[in-house]
């Protein structure tokens, strides 16, 4: 009998005596694998779940509790989602219906974590700018964002982009590992300690399955190499999958995203570049746009060097990119909303004989 406490389940209420507990830990196409008291099982959602479902934010993903009806012979039924302590998220600008799905804006990559890891390789592929974007959507997550300079081996002197990471990211710690040569990887000990679930996100090529089979000690996941010319690599992790490590901790493994797509990301922008906003109530008007208005606190540091230029382009950017997503986000709920009463209206209005057919 497997306790489910060890992967992280806290619930304290019985689950309804026809229902068992248990965690997504792999997710292919519309197949679940849940790990359970019984073991690992494969499981389907219930026909009834997708009642009053309308994004794919509503549906279980890697890391998720659920409840299932058991079925011992055969693949059993995931009835409902528990509750998420945490969940990372990105925007989908892919626009695709998924059967009942409309146009999905939220993409859930993971859920129920502790740890976000975010892992960047030092080769020719290292950019701030990426990071920080990882970060501010960390950051909305509810889990505790650290960051991952993998291939320390490829560089001789570490100082230099540690410093400029920990620069831009200021209150985040830093970490440079090698899965190579061992390097680093005793630091990150404290963070996976039993019970406790960290999640690796970053591009393809960073390193993420080097570093899952070096902390899995064996060989869990093909590493495939990379480009040359752009030090950029395939995708080696085709789809999520979580894993317990010999610590008693859990590393839920992602595939490599070429870019992270800011929503719902105001808290994060906010925790982010704090020194940013707080520049704002120095400013002579409270409607200063900070472009060219008199007694301006942003221009005035930006002029005095205390707020780099770069740094004050960053969160302009990304707090237009948040804005464009969460308008287009809100517009389509709302037009989904009207399409769903709307809907209702006509069937109520057709059994009681105000349409004919």
């Given at each position: 009998m497997i306790e489910l406490k060890q992967y992280g389940y806290t619930e304290t209420e019985t689950p309804p005596d026809n229902l068992f507990a248990g965690r997504v830990t792999e997710l292919r196409r519309e197949q679940y694998t849940v790990i359970t008291e019984h073991g690992e099982i494969a499981a389907v959602l219930k026909g009834a779940f997708y009642y009053g479902v309308e994004t794919q934010e509503e549906l279980p993903c890697v890391g998720d509790f659920v409840l299932l009806q058991y079925n011992e012979s055969g693949v059993s039924l995931i009835a409902n989602l528990l509750p998420r302590r945490s969940k990372f998220s990105r925007a989908d600008f892919s626009g695709h219906a998924a059967g009942y799905v409309k146009t999905i804006l939220e993409q859930v990559v993971a859920a129920n974590f502790d740890y976000v890891f975010i892992l960047?390789?030092?080769?020719?592929?290292?950019?701030?700018?990426?990071?920080?974007?990882?970060?501010?959507?960390?950051?909305?997550?509810?889990?505790?964002?650290?960051?991952?300079?993998?291939?320390?081996?490829?560089?001789?002197?570490?100082?230099?982009?540690?410093?400029?990471?920990?620069?831009?990211?200021?209150?985040?710690?830093?970490?440079?590992?090698?899965?190579?040569?061992?390097?680093?990887?005793?630091?990150?000990?404290?963070?996976?300690?039993?019970?406790?679930?960290?999640?690796?996100?970053?591009?393809?090529?960073?390193?993420?399955?080097?570093?899952?089979?070096?902390?899995?000690?064996?060989?869990?996941?093909?590493?495939?190499?990379?480009?040359?010319?752009?030090?950029?690599?395939?995708?080696?992790?085709?789809?999520?999958?979580?894993?317990?490590?010999?610590?008693?901790?859990?590393?839920?493994?992602?595939?490599?995203?070429?870019?992270?797509?800011?929503?719902?990301?105001?808290?994060?922008?906010?925790?982010?570049?704090?020194?940013?906003?707080?520049?704002?109530?120095?400013?002579?008007?409270?409607?200063?746009?900070?472009?060219?208005?008199?007694?301006?606190?942003?221009?005035?540091?930006?002029?005095?060097?205390?707020?780099?230029?770069?740094?004050?382009?960053?969160?302009?950017?990304?707090?237009?990119?948040?804005?464009?997503?969460?308008?287009k986000a809100g517009y389509l709920t709302d037009k989904r909303a009207w399409h769903k009463d709307l809907a209702k209206w006509s069937k109520q209005m057709k059994k009681n004989g105000g349409i004919k057919k």
């Open positions: 960047s390789s030092l080769n020719w592929d290292f950019k701030i700018n990426r990071i920080l974007r990882y970060l501010t959507q960390a950051r909305q997550s509810g889990g505790q964002p650290v960051v991952i300079l993998t291939k320390a081996d490829l560089v001789e002197d570490l100082n230099e982009p540690l410093a400029e990471v920990r620069n831009a990211a200021q209150d985040v710690v830093v970490h440079a590992v090698s899965s190579c040569t061992g390097f680093g990887l005793d630091a990150l000990g404290k963070y996976l300690q039993p019970e406790k679930t960290a999640v690796f996100l970053g591009m393809s090529g960073v390193g993420k399955s080097s570093l899952l089979n070096a902390l899995m000690e064996q060989e869990v996941m093909a590493v495939k190499a990379i480009r040359e010319e752009d030090s950029r690599g395939r995708h080696t992790t085709t789809h999520r999958q979580l894993f317990m490590l010999p610590t008693g901790a859990m590393v839920i493994d992602t595939p490599g995203m070429r870019e992270i797509g800011l929503i719902g990301a105001n808290e994060g922008i906010s925790a982010g570049f704090a020194d940013v906003e707080e520049l704002f109530s120095g400013c002579r008007f409270s409607d200063c746009l900070h472009k060219t208005e008199p007694g301006c606190a942003v221009l005035a540091a930006i002029d005095g060097g205390s707020l780099p230029r770069e740094h004050w382009e960053r969160y302009l950017a990304q707090k237009q990119e948040n804005k464009f997503v969460d308008d």
